[in-house]
């Protein structure tokens, strides 16, 4: 029995994520045009900023994000690898309970402030229970990371979105391909560009083979995938996650439901 990771839920083959930054008032807006289209993002928010001009309040936080992620960005925006390791900690365990109290669930992941790290900002953010954290670096490809620690996006969203979409959907691309699109709201405010981002969803809502995630789901799911227990044979598969999983046995798409022991 031959059997491969190939599939997201539901069987599909691709994935996109949606990654913004610093929570500025242009959310709103974005978290709008999102909803309108069944996009699903992940918001890195600065919870240091909350209130100030041109920023979300802390009391809205909960009732704007509600169908999307909330995740870390550190309290006050710092660069990390210059602080003590203490310092970093603090930062990163201030701005996770504090939208952890505005979430109602825990936060599990980030994105780096200035898109900078080091080896001991790896090592904090796992001391603080992070679970993955999203980098400014793009790779205009569409893999899954090597490390969640390093998550290196697709592109910027400002970064020939519609010829990488060209890309993305093109057969050749059929193997758990993941599009991670990141930016900041204020942007299109200050481009004028807010048709960019609202034909990109529209094009996006359409694609019946793609996945629309949070960061967290994806982590999640291809953590429950790659943890299915598997025979010698190949012929029975346990799932100890609390996540359905899809897999190719040969050739063929199968579930394996969350707790599920499945012989092929």
């Not at 990371?145 to 910027?156: G, Q, S, V, Y």
């Amino acid at each position: 029995m031959a059997i491969r990771f190939r599939y997201y839920p539901g069987a599909r083959t691709k994935a996109l994520t949606m990654s913004y930054d610093d929570g500025r008032e242009y959310d709103r807006r974005l978290v709008a045009l999102f909803d309108r289209y069944g996009i699903r993002g992940t918001f890195h928010l600065n919870s240091g900023f909350f209130d100030r001009p041109g920023y979300v309040t802390a009391a809205e936080v909960p009732t704007l994000y509600r169908n999307h992620e909330i995740s870390c960005h550190t309290e006050d925006h710092p660069f990390l690898e210059n602080m003590p390791e203490t310092e970093a900690l603090r930062e990163i365990l201030s701005d996770r309970s504090a939208l952890e109290t505005r979430a109602g669930y825990p936060v599990r992941g980030m994105s780096y402030p200035f898109g900078t790290y080091d080896d001991r900002v790896i090592r904090v953010m796992r001391a603080a229970g992070m679970e993955y954290a999203r980098t400014v670096r793009a790779t205009h490809a569409f893999r899954l990371p090597d490390d969640w620690m390093a998550w290196h996006p697709t592109c910027h969203h400002a970064d020939g979105l519609d010829e990488l979409l060209d890309q993305f959907t093109n057969p050749r691309h059929g193997n758990m391909t993941l599009f991670y699109v990141w930016g900041h709201s204020y942007e299109f405010n200050d481009r004028d560009n807010w048709d960019l981002i609202e034909g990109f969803c529209a094009k996006v809502a359409a694609l019946e083979d793609t996945w629309l995630a949070t960061n967290i789901e994806i982590v999640d799911y291809v953590n429950a995938l790659r943890g299915l227990r598997v025979s010698a044979d190949g012929r029975v598969v346990m799932n100890p996650s609390c996540l359905d999983v899809w897999i190719e046995a040969d050739g063929v798409p199968v579930r394996v439901a969350s707790g599920e022991t499945l012989r092929l």
